[in-house]
């Protein structure tokens, strides 16, 4: 378990054989749950680095919850090439299994910021027990690739009130036939979501807590 020293440095295998780099922290009292945080667009730059990620991945072990962020394949030092999204689910996978070995007794969630958002909606793995979609764009995977939709666990989608790609009124449309799904509505935010981090680490972890068993 880290010692609040910063965070460790990890290297994940997918099943298709990727090598994928990640950062591991968690808090220094007993995790109340554990967060995989996926990405934005590779092709727009995003990486485990950019802004909701990593302020995500800073502020969520002072909650109490433990997080791992990686890069997607083909992004800095992961190996292989970028895939479009669908190649991408098994990178959250193997981060799902690294998260999993070190916190097995937690709710596990899973959640991304923009295309990690869209990939992570994709992921059905038995060992997640919610999803949580930041500025989830809703388009990187087909409708029927979003799996998550049709199952029974958690999902929290927090959009933001000025989202560029995918702002409420049309997020409430696309996923009005998906179970057991909330929508947080981030007042004044657009996509990027600049100032409003801090409200959004409160909410994941808010979020990641209640599905304790």
């Not at 220094?28 to 554990?34: D, F, I």
């Not at 790609?165 to 998906?178: A, I, M, Q, T």
Request: net charge negative.
């Amino acid at each position: 378990m880290s010692d609040d020293t910063g965070p460790i440095s990890l290297r994940l295998t997918t099943s298709d054989d990727e090598d994928l780099e990640a950062e591991w922290q968690c808090p220094t009292v007993p995790p109340s749950a554990a967060v995989v945080l996926a990405h934005p667009h590779p092709a727009q730059g995003g990486n485990m680095r950019s802004l909701v990620t990593s302020e995500l991945f800073r502020s969520l072990p002072a909650l109490g919850v433990a997080v791992l962020r990686f890069n997607f394949r083909g992004v800095e030092g992961s190996s292989g090439t970028h895939g479009g999204g669908q190649p991408e689910r098994a990178d959250v996978v193997a981060a799902i299994d690294a998260l999993a070995l070190r916190h097995p007794d937690v709710p596990l969630v899973v959640s991304g910021w923009s295309f990690g958002a869209d990939v992570s909606l994709g992921v059905d793995d038995p060992r997640i027990s919610g999803w949580f979609a930041v500025a989830p764009p809703l388009r990187i995977l087909t409708s029927d690739e979003f799996v998550a939709g049709a199952d029974p666990r958690p999902k929290h989608l927090a959009v933001p009130e000025h989202d560029q790609f995918n702002p409420p009124d049309r997020c409430r449309r696309k996923v009005e036939h998906w179970v057991e799904t909330s929508i947080e509505v981030v007042a004044g935010a657009d996509h990027f979501l600049v100032g409003r981090t801090q409200l959004l680490a409160k909410s994941v972890a808010t979020f990641s807590a209640a599905l304790r068993r």
